[in-house]
Structures are given as structure tokens and as C-alpha cells.
């Protein structure tokens, strides 16, 4: 199941954030690389459409967590910043295995 898919996920992610999808790319966001394509994150969280993130990414964008990069090769590209919030949202998510 990926971390798209847990309803247990989006359910914590709803309570905390008030958005279903924020605790799950922010967990992958944490997971992966500094730097990540937006479109390379949707596809590995498991989401078919970029919409599904778009709201999220914005608001750690404003939150300063990420910040946007210029694009590469026509992507949108960000780099995560340094926060606790990254260590936070992995804890949260391994409450709920991924199978």
C-alpha cells in the first residue's frame, strides 16, 4: 500500500493539518533526497495526479520547509530545508506500517 492509499494516514494527516495529503508528502519529502521533482514525488507517494499535492506543497512552501528551485529539463523542483518537522512527520507515519 502506498502512502497515498493509507487511510489511517489521511485520517492523522486531516486531524492535524486539516488536508488529507499533507502528512503523507511530507513524509516523502523526508524519506527522499534534499532536492526532488514535484512530478517524481507524486509518482513515488502513489498519487496519479500532481493536484492531489499541489495544496500541500504550497503550504510548506509558505511555511519556509521547502523551498522552490529553478526547474530542470521543464520539472518543478524543490529543496527540503532543514527542520524537526521532517523527523515529526516519519514518526507520525510509522504509527500506521506501510504493507
Given at each position: 500500500m502506498s502512502l497515498a492509499e493509507s487511510n489511517e494516514l489521511r485520517e492523522l494527516s486531516r486531524v492535524l493539518f486539516g488536508q488529507a495529503h499533507r502528512l503523507s508528502v511530507m513524509v516523502?519529502?523526508?524519506?527522499?533526497?534534499?532536492?526532488?521533482?514535484?512530478?517524481?514525488?507524486?509518482?513515488?507517494?502513489?498519487?496519479?495526479?500532481?493536484?492531489?499535492?499541489?495544496?500541500?506543497?504550497?503550504?510548506l512552501e509558505a511555511a519556509e520547509l521547502i523551498t522552490r528551485m529553478p526547474k530542470v529539463a521543464n520539472k518543478v523542483r524543490f529543496r527540503r530545508n532543514k527542520s524537526y518537522a521532517w523527523t515529526w512527520a516519519k514518526e507520525l507515519a510509522s504509527r500506521y506500517p506501510e504493507e
Open positions: 516523502g519529502i523526508a524519506r527522499g533526497g534534499r532536492e526532488f521533482a514535484l512530478s517524481k514525488l507524486a509518482d513515488e507517494l502513489g498519487f496519479e495526479n500532481l493536484s492531489s499535492i499541489q495544496d500541500p506543497i504550497r503550504d
